[in-house]
């Protein structure tokens, strides 16, 4: 994957489309994307940030950002992904950590249709182009799990209760042997944090 590619695109993008608040595509370094099997995708990065933080970013060069702003992080999923981290036993660091949409926003719904559409297309571009080596996709909220569903000929292969109410989570599988975790929105259903979701977690990702 080139990086200039990429980020030239963004630029494109972001004047095209009137983004006005930034974009954020990589939660992680560049270099994650050669050496993860692992990918966890969000929808897109939020306005709300540490003061010290770059708002037009590629890529977090500095480590996995969850990780290296969790004492001034803004963003409620911080907590859920290290959380994450720890029941997989793996390093923020091996997570190849990203967004669907880099634009950032207030909301999801503050952005036009043809905002979303735009950053959603090329996001779908870049995941596409950079799971070779990446065995497991957790993808955060219904509109990442359904565009990246679409990528691969990713088929339900079980569906079960979070033990939150009835808020489900959906694992998939392609005929590739990756396997797709659709979670719900974790700022939302902080599942990690809910010691009753826990075992249902350790199923899910067959832990």
Known sequence: MDKDY?????????TKYNFNE???????????????SIAFISLNP??????????????????????????????????????LCKLLKKSPSDILTGTIC????????????EQRDAGIILGKYFWQKTLDNITLLICIGNDVASNMTSI???????IF?????DIKIIRYKDSKG??????PHLSTFKLFSRKECIPVLKEVFEI
Not at 7 to 14: M, T
Not at 49 to 78: C, F, Q, W
């Open 22 to 36: 930034g974009y954020k595509l990589l939660y992680c370094p560049w270099s994650t994307i050669n050496q993860s």
């Open 152 to 158: 691969s000929d990713f088929k339900k292969e079980k």
């Open 178 to 183: 990756k396997t797709l975790i659709h979670l």
């Open 46 to 83: 939020g306005s709300k940030m540490p003061d010290e933080a770059d708002m037009r970013i590629l890529s977090d060069e500095r480590g996995n950002s969850y990780e290296v702003e969790r004492h001034t992080t803004k963003s409620p999923i911080t907590h859920q992904f290290l959380e």
């Open 102 to 113: 880099p634009f950032r926003s207030k909301s999801w719904t503050s952005l036009s249709r």
């Open 161 to 165: 209760d979070s033990g939150w109410g």
């Open 6 to 14: 990429i980020e030239n695109k963004i630029l494109d993008i972001e």
